[in-house]
């Protein structure tokens, strides 16, 4: 069919660019922050870019295919140490030959200088194709930790949710609290609005769970304080929160006093 046509012809291209990098060392100048083998890429610009354009589904399928480019490349870089390590044997055992047979031996001097000249460019040559490599690795690299950290930012609602069902209120206040970064980071997206919008009506259930226990004689100390400490972490009024917990305290030390 025409679209697997032109995704099989997507993927030879990007076959031809890469092994091309390998022996044609010029980089593309032209290209903003978010053309990946441009040299002014930006990881965040990018991954804006698709927050803004694709999906939840369309991301996780793009963080996949990057690890799967990574291990493609150093897989590349691998053959091309190994492609040319019969070069660098061959050339140490010339450069042997011919300190045995120096003397007298101009057409031998020549040919060593040639060969020394040879190991040089190619010594270049490999050097400059590795770190190109290492710096598309590192770009690759930091895109996928970026998309690992937002595809679980939009499992949050779902974390929350589980966590609040299961009583494990400090699980729930740790997964907002470090996920709180990021949404404030990218609030302006419409994708993580909704996360933020279904995140905060979860809280709401949360916070009022913690004000009903922090309110009852009958909740035990730990308990109160966890209540207390976990209100203040989720921004609740630090006098109203202290003034609950000092009044069930002194009024439980009041019926022990008076029993």
Same mark, same amino acid.
């Given at each position: 069919s025409a679209p697997m046509a032109g995704a099989a012809e997507q993927h030879r291209l990007r076959v031809r660019q890469r092994f091309s990098g390998f022996y044609d060392l010029s980089v593309h100048q032209s290209g903003g922050a978010t053309d990946i083998d441009g040299a002014h890429f930006e =990881? @965040?610009?990018?991954? &804006?870019?698709m927050l803004k354009h694709k999906g939840l589904t369309e991301l996780v399928? +793009?963080?996949? @295919?990057?690890?799967g480019e990574i291990k493609e490349l150093d897989s590349d870089m691998q053959m091309l140490v190994y492609e040319n390590y019969n070069k660098f044997i061959i050339a140490t055992d010339t450069i042997? #030959?011919? +300190? *045995? +047979?120096?003397? &007298?031996?101009g057409p031998e001097l020549s040919r060593l200088a040639a060969s020394v000249h040879d190991i040089t460019t190619t010594s270049s040559n490999i050097n400059s194709n590795?770190?190109?490599r290492r710096v598309r690795i590192q770009k690759l690299n930091g895109v996928r930790r970026l998309l690992k950290k937002l595809s679980i930012i939009f499992e949050l609602p779902t974390r929350l949710n589980r966590a609040v069902e299961l009583d494990a209120c400090a699980e729930a206040v740790k997964y907002w609290t470090s996920s709180l970064p990021v949404i404030k980071a990218y609030g302006h997206?419409? =994708?993580?609005? =909704?996360?933020s919008q279904e995140s905060e009506s979860i809280l709401s259930k949360l916070?009022? +769970?913690?004000?009903?226990? #922090? =309110?009852?004689? *009958? $909740?035990p100390p730990d308990d109160l304080h966890e209540a207390a400490a976990l209100l203040l972490q989720l921004g609740g009024d630090v006098a109203e929160i202290r003034g609950k917990y000092t009044e069930?305290?002194?009024?439980? #030390? @009041? $019926?022990i006093a008076a029993s």
């Open positions: =990881a @965040e610009a990018y991954v &804006g870019q399928a +793009k963080s996949n @295919e990057l690890s042997q #030959l011919m +300190k *045995d +047979k120096v003397e &007298g031996l590795l770190a190109d997206v419409p =994708a993580f609005q =909704a996360v916070r009022q +769970k913690l004000r009903s226990r #922090l =309110a009852s004689h *009958d $909740t069930i305290r002194r009024s439980r #030390l @009041e $019926t």
